[in-house]
């Protein structure tokens, strides 16, 4: 999965629409390739992100958990934490270090 696209399932506060665009963003980026379209698929580009924005809104206000919600907080910290393992994998690979 892209690292970019966050989970936005059963959070407390809700899940925000600017923040359900953002992954929809994301994800139209990753199967585009492009990061800005050309002025000839701008709007092919900005109706994809609209569409994937509203089937996730729906999918998010469908969806149900018994689960407790999730604290941005915490999540952050966890993607940090596995950010900093994955640099520190990085660092001892190219580095030809073995694991202590």
Do not use: Y
Not at 4 to 32: C, G, M, W, Y
Not at 36 to 52: G, H, K, L, T, V
């Amino acid at each position: 999965m892209c690292r970019n696209i966050r989970v936005l399932h059963n959070f407390d506060p809700p899940t925000t629409d600017d923040e359900v665009r953002e992954a929809a963003l994301q994800f139209v980026r990753k199967v585009s390739g492009s990061t800005r379209p050309s002025r000839a698929n701008a709007e092919a580009f900005e109706r994809a992100i609209d569409e994937i924005a509203l089937a996730t809104r729906h999918l998010l206000d469908d969806l149900v958990t018994r689960s407790p919600p999730r604290s941005r907080e915490r999540e952050a910290a966890k993607g940090r934490e596995r950010h900093e393992k994955r640099m520190e994998r990085e660092v001892r690979i190219r580095t030809g270090q073995t694991a202590s």
